[in-house]
């Protein structure tokens, strides 16, 4: 008795000289941290971004002194943990070079918000450009969920945690989905045989390199939208104050795949209803900076059909379009990007003006590239959107309105054009967390149970918009296109990739050989006794 | 290697059963129905608890602040409560023993404190472990599991020999008792003191663990700690200490 009371004594010495922490402490497996890997794809035969999903290894920090060649077997199969701050292309390449395991980028240290995401999706976008092969997970992870992980456990010191994700081979979308939304404001003259039709549109979806959090990308598009509606559908409400014009909102996806969604959108389109559109506004990345100009971008065809009245038409709306921007103090610039049938599409008007269709688009972008994915990021200005908002739902009321019968109403439009700046701020936070990107955008749970969460917060995302449509609007259609991976139109060929969200945990692992002995030291406290 | 982890804990669990049943001849003298009685024993016990409880937790909702001050809220007292139950238990048990033996010694009281802790063991020491040790997280807790479960073992036999030692007691007037008994029952007289205090402590000794595991952080319902183990084990070693420094108990195994 007294060797095995002795025996008993040793191993529990044993489990507290080898045990640094509290042994209430269960190592748990905490399933609500979250990591979100960077964004996959395949265009081509060329694949981008990280290739594998699944990792097990120790945990180390990356310290900014150890970037020398004897410290690469510091990081050899380990995963690194690198501050957002220190992230950029150099970095990463030395990494893969070190053969490390995987690398985790952790945000700020802080309250998460989107701006990080922003700034993440510009520090990486060259590692996408340039052709960088990347054989190793990448996930993305909030500071605080982070810390909450790792539980001040010391981590370089540490070789019995071990950090796992267990995600399974990567595997591709199949048959992802274009969803576009449009309904519309019946006018006065809707049921005369020529109704006039201001069609308004703007693409709903965001890109990011993280795809999960490809919310924070939104430059507040979609919520521009909703403001005009709200400010139109409450004037349109009232017999008295319903304008003549039919007014069609359009709401489109996949705009990082050469307006995919909008082209589609426009085929679908009868051609009544293309005949019997007077002009087109279209508008992107209102939200950059305050007080900025914003450029209206049109374009005329170089064979041009248009007729003289309707260029006069235009200079006409153009004209009111600068006076109610110089209302609001904001400089109205105007870029003429004439195109041909042969010219690749930079902005949304110019698919309009190939069907000989007025329209120009509204932004604070004085360029855009090719409606590429990798397009240099900004984080929304809510003051930006604010008034920018103000100045174009402004403008739209003096087109629909040229009668001096609005002006009756003056009080009641200055309370409509009163836009709540919390609203929107509210709007962009909601969303910060959820996957806007098209093909991850789905209506049907295609993905596995481990996706669940971001299956539900999509289709939340997609019910509000549907909801908040047909709560102003008439008219409500939703239309559902297959995305076609190799389409010779906007030359797709283009396959994403998933999981994006996974589950990460940093538990306490030890070996065969430790388990092994303490096995073995049981069965000989056994024999003792 | 979670099976490497899980066989040992198993092993560290119920291995000394089988060792106490080999080592201590309990083999010999046809004692499986005895510790099945333990068995049986402990878990209608368990079941008579539940009921218990069941049956009047819904004085919980009726807000009596006398109840709500003693019964309920105050889990100390539950824990008492159902340790003197669990002492009613053994002490029916060991009687119901006896009678289906016509002997009576120390190789019963060892049988059915065996029978009661396995039983113990079984319900809630197996599932923890079996589940616990399954993920690839390693965790000491449930080697420490292990080790209250051997302890468990001696406390039940030592609260057994306490019961028997008080029925004993009830029988010293009888004038049919053999020899070695009375000599017994006079040593026991003069240490009857501390054998109540010992028998009180084990049921006292939970409640302690209790409150003292909730002011170091811990949670009497998550697995075993290393305080909770350590405290266990002064506890039986301040205990077998007596038992083997007083005379009258080595008379008692010598003679049983």
């Known amino acids: ?529 | 290697m979670a099976l490497l982890y899980l066989t040992s804990c198993l092993l560290l669990t119920f291995g000394p059963y089988h060792v106490i049943y080999y080592s201590s001849d309990l083999n010999k003298y046809h004692s499986k129905p005895i510790i099945t009685y333990g068995f049986l024993g402990n878990s209608i016990t368990q079941l008579f608890k539940t009921i218990l409880y069941s049956t009047f937790s819904f004085l919980s909702s009726l807000q009596i602040p006398i109840l709500i001050d003693i019964l309920f809220l105050n889990k100390e007292f539950i824990t008492i409560l159902s340790l003197i139950i669990d002492i009613a238990g053994v002490w029916i048990t060991l009687e119901r023993a006896f009678k289906i033996s016509n002997n009576r010694g120390p190789i019963h009281i060892i049988c059915v404190g065996l029978g009661w802790s396995l039983f113990s063991s079984m319900t809630y020491r197996l599932k923890p472990i079996v589940f616990g040790t399954y993920g690839q997280s390693f965790n000491w807790s449930f080697a420490l599991q292990g080790i209250e479960a051997n302890l468990d073992i001696f406390k039940y036999i030592v609260i057994a020999l306490f019961l028997y030692l008080m029925a004993l007691l009830a029988e010293k007037n009888h004038k049919t008792q053999s020899n070695h008994k009375t000599r017994i029952i006079k040593s026991y007289d003069k240490n009857r003191i501390i054998v109540y205090l010992c028998l009180v402590s084990y049921i006292l000794f939970p409640a302690l663990l209790y409150d003292c595991s909730s002011c170091s952080g811990g949670n009497r319902d998550t697995p075993s700690s290393l305080s909770s183990v350590v405290l266990n084990i002064i506890h039986s070693v301040s205990i077998a200490t007596l038992i083997k420094r007083n005379q009258y108990f080595n008379t008692f195994f010598k003679e049983g």
Not at chain 1, 156 to 175: C, K, M, Q
Not at chain 1, 454 to 468: A, G, M, R, W
């Open chain 1, 1 to 529: 008795m007294k060797r095995s009371i002795f025996l008993l004594l040793i191993i529990l010495t044993l489990i507290q000289l080898n045990n640094k922490y509290d042994i209430e402490d269960n190592g748990s497996y905490d399933d609500t941290n979250k990591a979100y890997r960077l964004l996959q794809y395949n265009r081509g035969t060329v694949g981008y971004g990280p290739e594998i999903s699944s990792f097990n290894s120790i945990l180390v920090q990356y310290n900014n002194n150890r970037l020398k060649e004897t410290d690469r077997l510091l990081y050899k199969n380990k995963a690194v943990a690198i501050n957002q701050n220190d992230v950029n292309l150099n970095l990463i390449a030395y990494f893969i070079n070190c053969l490390c395991s995987a690398i985790i980028i952790v945000s700020h240290q802080g309250v998460f918000r989107n701006q990080m995401v922003v700034q993440l999706n510009n520090q990486l976008r060259e590692m996408y450009l340039g052709n960088v092969t990347i054989h190793i997970p990448i996930y993305y992870m909030k500071y605080n969920d982070y810390m909450k992980m790792t539980r001040d456990v010391i981590i370089d010191a540490n070789t019995e945690y071990r950090l796992i994700v267990s995600a399974g081979l990567p595997n591709i979308i199949a048959e992802p989905m274009v969803i576009n939304f449009q309904a519309m404001l019946k006018g006065y003259e809707h049921l005369t045989p020529t109704p006039k039709t201001i069609l308004i549109t703007t693409s709903y979806d965001s890109f990011g390199l993280v795809p999960s959090l490809s919310g924070s990308n939104n430059n507040g598009n979609l919520f521009a939208m909703f403001e005009m509606i709200r400010i139109l559908s409450h004037l349109y409400r009232d017999p008295n104050t319903r304008g003549k014009y039919d007014i069609m909102f359009a709401l489109t996806s996949a705009s990082f795949l050469n307006e995919y969604g909008l082209k589609k959108w426009i085929d679908q389109q009868q051609s009544d209803l293309l005949d019997s559109i007077e002009h087109v506004l279209c508008f992107e990345d209102l939200g950059i900076t305050f007080q900025n100009p914003v450029y209206m971008h049109s374009s005329k065809l170089f064979a041009n059909k248009t007729a003289n009245n309707n260029n006069n038409n235009n200079e006409q709306i153009i004209q009111l379009y600068k006076d109610n921007f110089n209302q609001f103090n904001i400089p109205l610039e105007m870029i003429d990007n004439n195109i041909d049938n042969t010219t690749s599409i930079h902005w949304k008007h110019q698919f309009f003006i190939q069907k000989n269709i007025n329209s120009f688009t509204l932004s604070q972008k004085l360029y855009s590239q090719s409606k590429e994915m990798h397009t240099y990021q900004n984080p929304v200005d809510i003051d930006a959107l604010t008034v920018n908002i103000k100045s174009i739902a402004s403008s739209l009321l003096s087109i629909i309105y040229k009668s001096s019968k609005i002006g009756k109403y003056s009080d009641v439009l200055e309370q409509i054009l009163d836009i709540n700046k919390q609203n929107l701020e509210n709007w962009i936070s909601s969303i910060e967390n959820t996957n806007t990107m098209v093909p991850y955008l789905q209506e049907l749970p295609t993905f596995t149970s481990n996706n669940k969460e971001l299956v539900d917060k999509s289709k939340e995302f997609l019910n509000s918009i549907e909801e908040y449509f047909k709560s102003y609007l008439d008219d409500f259609q939703k239309q559902l296109l297959p995305l076609p991976s190799n389409s010779s139109y906007a030359k797709l060929n283009i396959h994403f990739y998933n999981p994006v969200t996974q589950s990460i945990t940093f538990i306490k692992v030890k070996g065969l050989g430790f388990e092994l002995s303490l096995l073995l030291a049981t069965i000989s406290t056994l024999k003792l006794v």
